[in-house]
């Protein structure tokens, strides 16, 4: 009874990211854009915590929608002329993504196809995954995660500079 109850938050939850990942590409109003980002991955923290995955899930929620998603909101916030009425918002090449799309869904079905059934595990997770996932980011992938730290402070930077150059 609970792996049907698990089913169907799975696909709920990957109903509301296909949904909330059209609308964010397809949405005129950049804004909104940025709040149905926010809601794609509220749904794929839930998809962690389904895989019992609770550290990745809170990492989710605290750095793409807590850090990321207020960041996009605050250099939309700060360009005044974002949603004005001067900004084309169409894409000329619209046919041409279709294809590159269609042929993506092709590849990607035909090479699920292929796998067949996906093997996994049934073993527990180790009692200290967070104390490892911990030592890892502070040892061996410290210069990745300063490289993000770096860039969010560049993107931060940027649109404090849009926002001056907006209201000269």
Known sequence: MVEAGVGIIFWILTFVIIVSALLV??????FHSALFLILCLFAVAGIF???HAEFLAAAQ???YVGAVSILIIFAIML???M?????????QNALVAFFACLMFLVVTLVLINKTGVWNYSTRNLPAENILTIGKLLMTDFMLPFEVVSVLMLAAMIGAI????EDKA
């Open 83 to 91: 949603a004005s009425k001067k900004i084309i918002q169409t894409n």
């Open 25 to 30: 590409v397809t949405l005129k109003n950049i």
């Open 79 to 81: 360009t005044s002329n």
């Open 61 to 63: 929620v605290l750095i």
């Open 161 to 164: 500079v849009l926002a001056r």
């Open 49 to 51: 915590i389904l895989l």
